[in-house]
Nanobody, 123 residues
Framework: QLYLVESGGGLVQPGGSLRLSCVASGEPLGAHAIAWFRQAPGKEREGVACLSGGDGSIYYSDSAKGRFTISRDDAKNTVFLQMNSLKPEDTAVYYC????????????????WGQGTQVTVSS
């Protein structure tokens, strides 16, 4: 069983940066893929970034490429999402999710989810 807790959300101006953290407990991240998803009001949940547990491959959505960076600190059992050049359309609740045998940016096969952290980009 993997337990995930996100933190680091908040209010930021357009063009600003935030770093989200996802701390895992219960078992080592090990072979689990860890991904960040987001859901804005009235919209479907979408995958933003994924770091696979096997070969460490990284995947980004088109909206995240060039602005967001996903990384992992195994010693701290933590995955980070560095978000730069934030835009109002990045406003959403951000969730981290973990699973095995997943499709990187599709949420159906992820077994473990955090409670989410709110990111609001506004002037």
């Amino acid at each position: 069983q993997l337990y995930l807790v996100e933190s680091g959300g908040g209010l930021v101006q357009p063009g600003g940066s935030l770093r989200l953290s996802c701390v895992a407990s219960g078992e080592p991240l090990g072979a689990h893929a860890i991904a960040w998803f987001r859901q804005a009001p009235g919209k479907e949940r979408e995958g933003v970034a994924c770091l696979s547990g096997g070969d460490g491959s990284i995947y980004y959505s088109d909206s995240a490429k060039g602005r967001f960076t996903i990384s992992r600190d195994d010693a701290k059992n933590t995955v980070f999402l560095q978000m730069n050049s934030l835009k109002p359309e990045d406003t959403a609740v951000y969730y981290c999710a973990g699973g095995l045998g997943v499709v990187p940016l599709m949420d159906e096969l992820y077994d473990y989810w955090g409670q989410g952290t709110q990111v609001t980009v506004s002037s």
